[in-house]
Antibody, heavy 117, light 112 residues
């Protein structure tokens, strides 16, 4: 069955970087994009960006350009998200999700990232 | 890119129907047929309910249906059940050249 398993809770100080991983299994890894979405406490989801494991192409929301990097390791079927220069308003649950065309059909369990001094 | 607008709350009694609207712009909902809806229970990841406005994954019951007119999409939940009490979010594809997406502000459905 399709599974996306994310790395664990992170606590970071302002200005630091965070790396969150998302290991995919149960489907041909290169055949589907992976997207990242975050959800601040009590808020709706916010799209951060997407990556194609097939060719490595990345697409980032303008708000995160220059601060967000998505990468893949096809040998381990894992997608990585790095967010730099963290601020307190980056505190959120970060989700990865599989991206068949134009929808997010399977989601990871979420990773809580807390940014606090 | 601004979030799509949804009413904060909606409610209905068991067996009734509830409809949730999702208003965007001519750059997202109005431009594409790629509207999807997600259900989220507290502490859980969102779950895909509908995609391409009206299509349902095989495991989603046909009590959930969708439509779109102009810049507004709608989700209807018929025959409300207790387990339908959750937050619902719409999402739309928003960029032919840059593959961007936008989510709605969310609607909390209460089953009375």
């Amino acid at each position: 069955q399709v599974q996306l398993v994310q790395s664990g809770t992170e606590v970071k100080k302002p200005g630091a970087s965070v790396n969150v991983s998302c290991k995919a299994s149960g489907y041909p890894f290169k055949s589907y994009g992976v997207t990242w979405v975050r959800q601040a406490p009590g808020q709706g989801p916010e799209w951060l960006g997407s990556i194609s494991p097939y060719n490595g192409n990345t697409y980032y929301a303008q708000k995160f350009q220059g601060r967000l990097t998505l990468t893949t390791d096809t040998s381990t079927t894992t997608v990585f998200m790095e967010l730099r220069s963290l601020r307190s308003d980056d505190t959120a649950i970060y989700f990865c999700a599989r991206l068949p065309p134009r929808r997010f059909d399977y989601w990871g369990q979420g990773t809580l990232v807390t940014v606090s001094s | 890119q601004s979030a799509l607008t949804q009413p904060p709350s909606a409610s209905g009694s068991p067996g009734q129907s509830v409809t949730i609207s999702c208003t965007g712009t001519s750059n997202d909902i109005g431009a594409y047929k790629y509207v999807s809806w997600y259900q989220q229970h507290p502490g859980k990841a969102p779950k895909l309910l509908l995609y391409e406005v009206t299509k349902r994954p095989s495991e989603v019951p046909d009590r959930f249906s969708g439509s779109k007119s102009g810049n507004t999409a709608s989700l209807t939940v018929s025959g409300l059940q207790a387990e339908d009490e959750a937050a619902y979010y719409c999402s739309s594809y928003a960029g032919l050249n840059n593959f961007h997406y936008v989510f709605g502000t969310g609607t909390t459905v209460t089953v009375l």
